[in-house]
């Protein structure tokens, strides 16, 4: 009677090791063990023997991570004692290990969270899982690093997008983020732009979003997300459905200047000026101070040929940032043009004299004209004030150059 119960538990025991997952379970190798639970997961019994599977990878991707860094620490203390000589390790294998193990851990964790016969989520995996594999993580920092001095770019976003991913993922939203947060962000930012180089926008788009949640990149993040928006437009559609996210972008972040200056560009480029002075008129009313939308507001009146216009915005976008030497430069264009069409002496003098003003002004912020072209504007400013032959003209003609 006892050896009857007896057998009769121990077959309850193992009902549940179905011969898919004993196959899995008996491989050694993590490629086998992949191909094989990639063949059975569908004759599995349930959730539970296919959280097990995976676990079993995420096993087998951690003993190729321990082979690799066990040498790399046995180095380390060669060279500290001064005693045996430097092993070979393999960095790619210790990479791929880390990646292979992130993703069959969250594989796992997938089967592990749900339901059991009776109802209830049990996970046997997830917190050891979670904490090793973050213990190791910071590898792929340096493996993408020494891909990045290679000139290997498709390793550099295999790596560095699998750090990202995976510190961005809810399984390992309990570990401590803290660690690793004085590179997390710049990781993210480069896998964006390798991402774009590979021209895979989505993943461009996710790590620049995540990059922009670190505060030491979000600047760089932002103007490169812009840039990459803008870049891949091939037709009006295109343009039209790009202008939507940029509107998505300045309804999020209002106060984001970068952003506005992206939505005007965007607008001027599809010749939408009603929707430009929209934009311009509605920003200033809440932002009166702002410096692109006043300087904008300068620039369209150029475009329309309206000098005083232009000039009047143009001064309070000097007085709000008197350091940018394109602004100044328009400034004294705008007066120029202004002197030009005044009959009263007096009044045609002291408009060159601003425009002299703003142009000497230009030229002390940006002497090598890499970002405005002053020259000969200031020499018109200079004409119109002093007269050809004077000999600070002359000086001002010889600037152009």
Known sequence: MMMAMMLVATATAFAGDSDALKAVMKSKSYAEAAQLLKTNLGQMADDAEKAKAYNHLVDLAMQKVSNETGTIAENQAALQLGTGK?????????????????????????YDQLPNAKGKIAPKFAEKNAQRIWQVRSHLVNVGQ?????????????????????GADPFFAAMDHNSEKEYAGQVAYFAGRYAFDAKDMQRAMKYL??????????????NFKLYAMRSSLKSREDSLNCINQFKELYAQDPTNEVVLDGLYSMYDGLKMKEEQKALLDNHLAKYPDSFTATAEKGMMAISENNAEEGANWLRKACALKPDNAVVQTYLGTCLNVIAGNTDDAAKRKAVFEEAVQALDKAKELDPDKAQANWGYNRYQAYYGLYGEEDPKTKAAEADIR
């Open 86 to 110: 430097q092993k070979e390790y393999d960095t790619i294998a210790l990479a791929d290990g880390v990646c292979e193990a992130i993703e069959a851990a969250i594989e796992c964790n997938k």
């Open 146 to 166: 020494e891909a990045a001095k290679n000139s290997k770019a498709d390793l550099v976003l295999k790596y560095w997008g699998a750090f990202t991913d995976s």
């Open 209 to 222: 979003d995540i990059a922009m949640q670190d505060e030491t990149q979000k600047t760089d993040a932002l």
